[in-house]
């Protein structure tokens, strides 16, 4: 009878040595970590996901931007959200001192948050690593596109820009430039950035938190919190759950149903939603059925019923304040008895209107996106068209949105939301209503032109010719069946007194932020 | 045991290699991933460029190649994401899932075994039927709705419980609930479904005749030999745990292996998605191992091949 005893003895051993061996492994390194309690210093943020970088060049990246930009590191000017008036910030003032070069003055007295000073080498080193160096860096495509700059320091307080053309708007251009000491990497992008803002990086738990501490040499007004503590969630129940149980004081990207309740504060951002209609092929080749499913597009009913008002039905694709809006025009129609009189006329000519058409959308790009697109295939459905819907993630459905576009889909109708953070409209006209755009699916070669022509222009005339192209782009092309301007919603602790603007979304000013003075937190 | 362990590590390798192969073509189908890496605007050659810096001009067989030596030498690309070593992520993010997995399945196992022993104790008793119907409830519900509803309930509603993340012991309930639900309904049905038999064995009906405490019939004669099936459960759902806590990191932010996984497949951030499905299916090959070890430890027929 003896060996059973001895297994008996082995398996309990065993059970022992599994137990002692996942505790060691594991370390007990979740639980617990960074638990720092309530502090009234600092702001407490979750985000919808974790910045994969605080590289400042890839700021133009939302998730990046939102915590880098004027944060940790600062541009030399700095673009009002709601008017996109140009302010100085790093650079006190800016003249185009030839056609094509601009002279920036650089603010004096200056130091990044490791105690060097800042200069306008500092400035011509950053923009240099961000347009003209092989980091490939977001803002270069997004703002500079092929350009190559030409930079020069005389001396501390002088930056001189020069382009290969004419840029009237190069000053706006820099805008988009967060600016790092001369030391960074150029062959590298860098996680952890030094800057001139007013927070420097104190701590980031990969995975888990990031922590931003005050930069006590910062040049301009010490912000309010003498810290912010990143964390992200991906559900926006959840985060709106932070807010509502005080586990947070400032919750972004959440939606009517994620249960803020009074927390949430509605805010214009800049998004537009469209669809783009790939005009290229059968029977979306028609202009008359492109125009049929704009009539039969009810904007103002989708923003009401499912976007519960939280946006405004668009008659164009960029909202009011960026360069170029136009007031005048008005919304196209919502005539469902047109829209069939036009798909029958073109089924009368030939046109096989009973062709199937994709209806394509991004999982999750808005709230309430699935329910809209089924709106709209029901709409179209009504109007005699046939329309299958895909719905598809990120990476799947860019491949439709940018060129080069895939090859044989047959017609497809794509649904985009577009957001010009630049705040003047050639940012839009270049991407979506140029005939070889990056994201235009179709244009004429007298349209480009004109696009070209009132890119070249400044003041009032520059913003006369854009809005005139955008009421002649639906006489002319209609590419576009514009569906909204976009409102988000942000969660807001009554602590905390925060207006949140246009920019919120892709640049959180933690500066801004201050102790609400009626309302206070008793955690402890 | 030595030689047994031996054995199955080597018919483990071919799978492991399958499933890289797998995961490697499968996540290169989706689509490249130059799109979500560069702005909207960028250019035709700056996408060229992206493409040629990451190695994905290369013909698939190129790539996979490359992928295999790379392997070889422990290098597991870079992400694409974050630019650093995808395996420092994968294995960053490891730990937090195994704890989650860990102290799941013994607290899982624990109530199983408790609730599954009261119940088949006394067979078609009140307390049976209500274990029955808490364990197949248990087993149906579909977790993301137990997750928000936990939240809504007790971070929201009654206020006891952080909504999620990290910060101390009670930030460990909801995901922990989460994550046990289903194993512990399945593992208690299992548990009450063996003890009913091994009750009526003849070797219990000895040691009752013998003067054995009831506690005791159950914990030392009972409980043993109900112990295989549930033993087999229980590996498969440990298995499933790993691979399953997507959701509840996903929710509570919780930072494991699961939502690296699902970041790196939104993102195609293939590097890391190869490094993290190779780490998970190393875990789930030792897993099985470990398992296998303790049936070889219990049955010695398992342990040393027949002998005809």
Same mark, same amino acid.
């Given at each position: 009878?003896?060996?059973?005893?001895?297994?008996?003895?082995?398996?309990?051993?065993?059970?022992?040595?599994?137990?002692?061996?996942?505790?060691?492994?594991?370390?007990?390194?979740?639980?617990?970590?960074?638990?720092?309690?309530?502090?009234?210093?600092?702001?407490?943020?979750?985000?919808?996901?974790? +910045?994969?970088?605080?590289?400042?060049?890839?700021?133009?990246?939302?998730?990046?931007?939102?915590?880098?930009?004027?944060?940790?590191?600062?541009?030399?000017?700095?673009?009002? +959200?709601?008017?996109?008036?140009?302010?100085?910030?790093?650079?006190?003032?800016?003249?185009?001192?030839?056609?094509?070069?601009?002279?920036?003055?650089?603010?004096?007295?200056?130091?990044?948050?490791?105690?060097?000073?800042?200069?306008?080498?500092?400035?011509?080193?950053?923009?240099?690593?961000?347009?003209?160096?092989?980091?490939?860096?977001?803002?270069?495509?997004?703002?500079?596109?092929?350009?190559?700059?030409?930079?020069?320091?005389?001396?501390?307080?002088?930056?001189?820009?020069?382009?290969?053309?004419?840029?009237?708007?190069?000053?706006?251009?820099?805008?988009?430039?967060?600016?790092?000491?001369?030391?960074?990497?150029?062959?590298?992008?860098?996680?952890?950035?030094?800057?001139?803002?007013?927070?420097?990086?104190?701590?980031?738990?990969?995975?888990?938190?990031?922590?931003?501490?005050?930069?006590?040499?910062?040049?301009?007004?010490?912000?309010?919190?003498?810290?912010?503590?990143?964390?992200?969630?991906?559900?926006?129940?959840?985060?709106?759950?932070?807010?509502?149980?005080?586990?947070?004081?400032?919750?972004?990207?959440?939606?009517?149903?994620?249960?803020?309740?009074?927390?949430?504060?509605?805010?214009?951002?800049?998004?537009?939603?469209?669809?783009?209609?790939?005009?290229?092929?059968?029977?979306?080749?028609?202009?008359?059925?492109?125009?049929?499913?704009?009539?039969?597009?009810?904007?103002?009913?989708?923003?009401?019923?499912?976007?519960?008002?939280?946006?405004?039905?668009?008659?164009?694709?960029?909202?009011?304040?960026?360069?170029?809006?136009?007031?005048?025009?008005?919304?196209?129609?919502?005539?469902?008895?047109?829209?069939?009189?036009?798909?029958?006329?073109?089924?009368?000519?030939?046109?096989?209107?009973?062709?199937?058409?994709?209806?394509?959308?991004?999982?999750?790009?808005?709230?309430?996106?699935?329910?809209?697109?089924?709106?709209?295939?029901?709409?179209?459905?009504?109007?005699?068209?046939?329309?299958?819907?895909?719905?598809?993630?990120?990476?799947?459905?860019?491949?439709?949105?940018?060129?080069?576009?895939?090859?044989?889909?047959?017609?497809?109708?794509?649904?985009?939301?577009?957001?010009?953070?630049?705040?003047?409209?050639?940012?839009?006209?270049?991407?979506?209503?140029?005939?070889?755009?990056?994201?235009?699916?179709?244009?004429?070669?007298?349209?480009?032109?004109?696009?070209?022509?009132?890119?070249?222009?400044?003041?009032?005339?520059?913003?006369?010719?854009?809005?005139?192209?955008?009421?002649?782009? +639906?006489?002319?092309?209609?590419?576009?069946?514009?569906?909204?301007?976009?409102?988000?919603?942000?969660?807001?602790?009554?602590?905390?007194?925060?207006?949140?603007?246009?920019?919120?979304?892709?640049?959180?000013?933690?500066?801004?932020?201050?102790?609400?003075?009626?309302?206070?937190?008793?955690?402890? | 045991?030595?030689?047994?362990?031996?054995?199955?590590?080597?018919?483990?390798?071919?799978?492991?290699?399958?499933?890289?192969?797998?995961?490697?073509?499968?996540?290169?189908?989706?689509?490249?991933?130059?799109?979500?890496?560069? +702005?909207?605007?960028?250019?035709?050659?700056?996408?060229?460029?992206?493409?040629?810096?990451?190695?994905?001009?290369?013909?698939?067989?190129?790539?996979?190649?490359?992928?295999?030596?790379?392997?070889?030498?422990?290098?597991?690309?870079?992400?694409?994401?974050?630019?650093?070593?995808?395996?420092?992520?994968?294995?960053?993010?490891?730990?937090?899932?195994?704890?989650?997995?860990?102290?799941?399945?013994?607290?899982?196992?624990?109530?199983?075994?408790?609730?599954?022993?009261?119940?088949?104790?006394?067979?078609?008793?009140?307390?049976?039927?209500?274990?029955?119907?808490?364990?197949?409830?248990?087993?149906?519900?579909?977790?993301?709705?137990?997750?928000?509803?936990?939240?809504?309930?007790?971070?929201?509603?009654?206020?006891?419980?952080?909504?999620?993340?990290?910060?101390?012991?009670?930030?460990?309930?909801?995901?922990?609930?989460?994550?046990?639900?289903?194993?512990?309904?399945?593992?208690?049905?299992?548990?009450?479904?063996?003890?009913?038999?091994?009750?009526?064995?003849?070797?219990?009906?000895?040691?009752?005749?013998?003067?054995?405490?009831?506690?005791?019939?159950?914990?030392?004669?009972?409980?043993?030999?109900?112990?295989?099936?549930?033993?087999?459960?229980?590996?498969?759902?440990?298995?499933?745990?790993?691979?399953?806590?997507?959701?509840?990191?996903?929710?509570?932010?919780?930072?494991?292996?699961?939502?690296?996984?699902?970041?790196?497949?939104?993102?195609?951030?293939?590097?890391?998605?190869?490094?993290?499905?190779?780490?998970?299916?190393?875990?789930?090959?030792?897993?099985?191992?470990?398992?296998?070890?303790?049936?070889?430890?219990?049955?010695?027929?398992?342990?040393?091949?027949?002998?005809?």
């Amino acid at each position: 009878m003896s060996p059973a005893p001895r297994i008996t003895t082995r398996r309990r051993a065993l059970a022992v040595a599994i137990a002692g061996i996942t505790v060691a492994a594991t370390g007990c390194t979740v639980a617990n970590s960074g638990h720092s309690g309530y502090d009234p210093n600092t702001l407490r943020i979750v985000l919808s996901q974790e +910045p994969p970088t605080l590289e400042p060049c890839e700021s133009s990246l939302t998730s990046t931007g939102i915590v880098v930009r004027s944060n940790i590191t600062e541009p030399l000017i700095e673009r009002e +959200p709601d008017t996109g008036e140009l302010q100085p910030l790093l650079s006190t003032g800016w003249r185009q001192t030839s056609p094509t070069e601009w002279t920036f003055d650089i603010r004096k007295g200056v130091t990044f948050s490791d105690g060097s000073p800042f200069t306008a080498t500092d400035a011509a080193f950053a923009i240099d690593r961000a347009v003209n160096s092989e980091l490939q860096c977001n803002v270069d495509g997004y703002v500079f596109g092929d350009e190559k700059l030409k930079l020069s320091a005389p001396n501390d307080t002088t930056l001189t820009v020069g382009t290969e053309s004419p840029d009237p708007i190069l000053p706006l251009r820099i805008s988009f430039v967060e600016i790092v000491p001369r030391t960074t990497s150029t062959t590298e992008m860098v996680r952890e950035p030094i800057g001139t803002g007013p927070y420097a990086i104190a701590d980031w738990e990969y995975g888990q938190k990031l922590t931003l501490a005050r930069n006590d040499r910062y040049w301009g007004a010490k912000p309010t919190f003498a810290r912010a503590e990143y964390q992200w969630r991906s559900e926006g129940s959840v985060r709106a759950a932070m807010i509502t149980n005080d586990e947070t004081d400032i919750a972004t990207s959440l939606g009517p149903e994620d249960g803020a309740g009074d927390l949430g504060v509605p805010f214009q951002n800049n998004e537009t939603t469209a669809l783009r209609m790939q005009a290229g092929e059968a029977p979306l080749n028609d202009i008359r059925v492109r125009q049929a499913i704009n009539y039969s597009v009810n904007r103002t009913g989708i923003v009401k019923a499912l976007f519960r008002g939280l946006g405004e039905p668009a008659s164009q694709l960029i909202p009011k304040g960026v360069v170029g809006y136009n007031d005048q025009l008005a919304l196209w129609p919502h005539d469902t008895e047109k829209a069939k009189q036009l798909v029958a006329e073109a089924k009368a000519a030939g046109v096989p209107v009973d062709r199937q058409i994709r209806l394509i959308g991004r999982t999750a790009q808005f709230p309430k996106i699935s329910e809209t697109i089924e709106v709209l295939q029901s709409e179209f459905t009504e109007i005699g068209l046939n329309v299958k819907i895909e719905m598809m993630d990120t990476a799947g459905q860019l491949q439709y949105q940018l060129r080069p576009f895939p090859e044989n889909t047959g017609p497809y109708v794509l649904m985009i939301m577009h957001g010009n953070q630049a705040g003047d409209a050639a940012f839009t006209m270049d991407q979506y209503m140029l005939s070889n755009g990056p994201q235009s699916a179709y244009g004429t070669a007298d349209f480009d032109r004109q696009i070209r022509a009132a890119e070249a222009l400044t003041g009032q005339a520059r913003q006369d010719a854009f809005a005139k192209l955008f009421a002649e782009e +639906p006489q002319q092309i209609m590419q576009m069946a514009y569906i909204a301007h976009m409102k988000g919603i942000l969660g807001k602790s009554p602590r905390v007194e925060y207006t949140p603007n246009s920019a919120t979304g892709d640049e959180m000013r933690l500066s801004e932020m201050t102790v609400a003075q009626t309302a206070r937190t008793d955690q402890s | 045991m030595f030689p047994f362990v031996r054995r199955r590590m080597y018919t483990s390798a071919l799978p492991l290699v399958i499933v890289l192969l797998g995961v490697f073509l499968l996540a290169r189908l989706t689509g490249d991933p130059t799109n979500l890496y560069l +702005p909207e605007s960028a250019t035709e050659a700056q996408r060229a460029a992206f493409a040629e810096k990451n190695g994905f001009d290369q013909p698939i067989l190129t790539q996979l190649i490359d992928y295999f030596k790379g392997v070889l030498h422990f290098d597991f690309g870079t992400s694409l994401r974050t630019g650093e070593s995808a395996s420092d992520m994968a294995l960053r993010a490891f730990p937090a899932t195994l704890q989650l997995a860990v102290t799941t399945m013994l607290l899982a196992i624990v109530g199983a075994v408790i609730i599954g022993c009261w119940a088949a104790y006394r067979p078609n008793s009140l307390a049976d039927r209500f274990s029955s119907l808490l364990s197949m409830t248990a087993a149906s519900i579909p977790d993301f709705w137990f997750a928000i509803t936990g939240v809504w309930l007790f971070a929201v509603l009654l206020g006891v419980l952080p909504t999620s993340g990290t910060d101390g012991g009670l930030s460990w309930i909801l995901p922990i609930a989460t994550l046990m639900i289903r194993p512990l309904g399945v593992l208690t049905q299992v548990v009450r479904g063996a003890m009913v038999s091994a009750l009526s064995a003849p070797y219990v009906r000895l040691a009752r005749s013998k003067g054995a405490s009831d506690f005791r019939v159950v914990s030392h004669h009972a409980l043993r030999n109900a112990a295989a099936p549930a033993l087999t459960v229980a590996g498969d759902l440990a298995v499933g745990l790993i691979k399953g806590a997507v959701v509840v990191e996903a929710i509570f932010g919780w930072p494991g292996i699961g939502k690296l996984m699902i970041d790196a497949i939104l993102q195609r951030d293939f590097a890391v998605l190869q490094a993290a499905v190779l780490l998970t299916a190393v875990s789930i090959f030792v897993l099985n191992i470990a398992i296998d070890a303790c049936y070889a430890l219990l049955d010695a027929r398992v342990r040393e091949p027949a002998k005809v």
